[in-house]
């Protein structure tokens, strides 16, 4: 089945400064790569996502990118602000939802 | 009007125990799903329905059973609850089952078992 293994599992910056969160898969037939927010006491919510065939999407401060042929994914958060800090979490869909590990984001104002 | 909502929101029952948490989408979704996060925040599928139908059962204690008596409702009962099931469950919906379709998640069931 699918493996996600993502990194870092902490992550810690300045107000202001970049971050990103980085997942690699294992299934060659994951075609859906959605990335999750959990804030506290709340359950994950979608954030951004992208499909295999495409190399990559910006929503605002937020962009992912998909490298298929090393099947690597990744999130960039730009600018980041206190009420970025939360749980990220990378997923990858064959058929059913496989999730990274998690990141604690906590950004420092 | 939430799209998935979970009830009890905490349950805190002793080691022995039979309990049930419920679920319901008003989003239209035809597949359902409960995963188990544990304390380090990782997040287990534990069973997935489609249209009724039981499609997904990870390795979970047949302690565990799932129910949907409609597409819109995913029940999840725990018999002999062990203090090993304490957890947090999240119930979630897409709009089917593989292709690429994002999950709604519900906000969660923490579950203590004392």
């Known amino acids: 089945g699918e493996n996600v293994e993502q990194h870092p599992s902490t992550l810690s910056v300045q107000e202001g400064d970049s971050a990103v969160i980085k997942c690699t898969y294992s299934?060659?037939?994951?075609?859906?790569f959605p990335w999750y927010k959990q804030e506290l006491g709340k359950g994950p919510q979608l954030i951004i996502d992208?499909?295999?065939?495409?190399g990559e999407k910006k929503d605002q401060r937020i962009a992912v990118t998909l490298n298929k042929t090393a099947k690597h994914f990744s999130l960039h958060i730009t600018e980041t602000q206190p009420e970025d800090s939360a749980v990220y979490f990378c997923a990858a869909k064959p058929n059913d939802m496989r999730f990274g590990a998690g990141t604690r984001l906590t950004v420092k104002p | 009007d939430t799209a998935v909502s979970q009830t009890p929101k905490y349950l805190v029952t002793q080691m022995g125990n039979d309990k049930s948490i419920k679920c319901e989408q008003n989003?239209?979704?035809?597949?359902m799903y409960w995963y188990k996060q544990d304390s380090k925040k990782f997040l287990k599928i534990m069973f997935s329905y489609n249209n009724k139908e039981l499609i997904i059962n990870e390795t979970v204690p047949n302690r565990f059973s799932p129910k949907s008596p409609d597409k819109a409702h995913l029940n999840l009962h725990i018999n002999s609850l062990e203090l090993g099931d304490s957890a947090v469950y999240f119930c979630?919906?897409?709009?089917?089952?593989?292709?690429?379709?994002?999950?709604?998640f519900g906000s969660g069931t923490r579950l203590t078992v004392v």
């Open positions: 992208i499909r295999s065939n495409v």
């Open positions: 299934d060659s037939a994951s075609n859906y």
């Open positions: 979630a919906s897409s709009r089917r089952t593989g292709g690429a379709y994002g999950y709604t």
């Open positions: 989003l239209g979704h035809d597949t």
